[in-house]
Nanobody, 116 residues
Framework: QLQASGGGLVQAGGSLRLSCQGT?????KGWFRQAPGKEREFVAV???????NYADSVKGRFTISTDNAKNTVYLQMASLKPEDTAIYYC???????????????WGQGTLVTVSS
């Protein structure tokens, strides 16, 4: 069971850190987001050995990391923009993938709102 937290309201240019506990020893842990009226989209993924991949829209601003001792994956978000507003979901799965369908376990989502 994945538990995501850390969302909230922040001004453009600000930062937030999302956490997701309960990821276990899965091969990959990812973050996705879904804005109102849009499909769920890939944000970032990290493999068990630390390989990372980011969506072009967040590259250079977001950082994904893990703390295996705490069974937790993080998403550090900086220089936030209004277009980053969405519900953010964490996911865990057996393949290193940017596709939502590759992930078997999902958190409940945490809302991030960026005001202009």
């Amino acid at each position: 069971q994945l538990q995501a937290s850390g969302g909230g309201l922040v001004q453009a240019g600000g930062s937030l850190r999302l956490s997701c506990q309960g990821t276990g020893r899965t091969l990959s842990k990812g973050w996705f987001r879904q804005a109102p009226g849009k499909e769920r989209e890939f944000v970032a993924v990290i493999s068990r050995i630390g390989d990372t991949n980011y969506a072009d829209s967040v590259k250079g601003r977001f950082t994904i990391s893990t703390d295996n001792a705490k069974n937790t994956v993080y998403l550090q978000m900086a220089s936030l923009k209004p277009e980053d507003t969405a519900i953010y979901y964490c996911a865990a799965g057996p393949t290193y993938s940017t596709r939502p369908r590759s992930y078997a376990s999902w958190g409940q989502g945490t809302l991030v709102t960026v005001s202009s």
